[in-house]
């Protein structure tokens, strides 16, 4: 792993907005968008569709100019600089697809060996080359086999090594995994684990999955009507999420806490009061039941799930108190305080 002494970021924005014009229509994709993404990180940013996800994958590779702002490489704008220089920095970033984008007319080695013939590489260091990337992503067997003979899975793989052909120290990954199935999904994010940890490469992976987030990234921004409106490591976003959008993204993975309409269904299923009271590696669920039954109130689990996430736990239950009014509220009291990690209170009638 090759690591670079520098403080610069892979890639910063600093307040870039990209407005398309077309006739009488102004849309802004992206708005004042601030972010530093740190060398030999896989970075995520989730997304509904039209959120501006693809503009800013754009903006990177220098395929779309800001309309204000400044987008810098490795410390490096790209903007204002001249062609030969944008040629050179793009040499630096790779780029895989949803579709792939492979030559039909060409085998998993000629696909590969593509943008080392463009670069200009000899033959034989292109051969050699070629075998190195074919074992590395696993399809040393498959050299000869055209797209269509390969799955959704080889052909990303087949992807990703033409992306590392020249040794790019940067990896945008637009969708890369939403036309596979769940497991081949898998296969191809522990892949890219595998490029960022052996080969040291900055990864930035486009989704509107949070599955996919949850698998690979360190780091995640939510993009949203082409803002940033949450930004965090993704034990945290997982853990605490703040925005609505990030909620719900976390919601589509985790049933672990209750939304507000669970709660009023379990309101009316169980008597009492319900509390909620979070998990983590300080607060276990058996603190929370140990209080409980010390209050003597009768108790239940009614909802609940306990998770972990970039080696930490996270998670929530929630329990229903029922039984003489002062020892629920002490109870209440107790699991609600800072120390058990509780954070929110729902009475029920
Ligand atoms: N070349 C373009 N011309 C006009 N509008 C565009 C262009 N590219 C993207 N847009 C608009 O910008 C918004 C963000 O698009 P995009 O970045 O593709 O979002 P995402 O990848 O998150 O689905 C969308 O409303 C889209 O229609
Ligand atoms: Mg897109």
Redesign the pocket.
Known sequence: MSERVTDTAAVEFRAVTKV?E?GKTR?T??SEIDLRIEHGEIFGVI??????????VRLINALEKPTSGTVLISGTPITGVPESRVRQLRRDIGMIFQQFNLFRSRTAAGNIEYPLKVAGWPRAKRKARVAELLEFVGLSDKARSYPDQLSGGQKQRVGIARALATSPSLLLADEATSALDPETTGEVLRLLRKVNRELGVTIIV?THEMDVIRAVADRVAV?AE?RIVELASTFDVFADPQATPTRSFVDTVLHIKPSAEELARLGERHAGQLVTVDIDDEHGVGDALAVAARSGVRFEIVYGGVSSLQDKTFGSITLALDGDPDAVREAVAVLTADTLGARSERRTA
């Not at 997304?47 to 501006?52: F, K, M, R, T």
Request: charged share 5%; proline share 0%.
């Open positions: 398309f077309s849309h994709a992206v997304g509904y569709s039209g959120a501006g996800k693809s503009t800013l486009i993009l082409g």
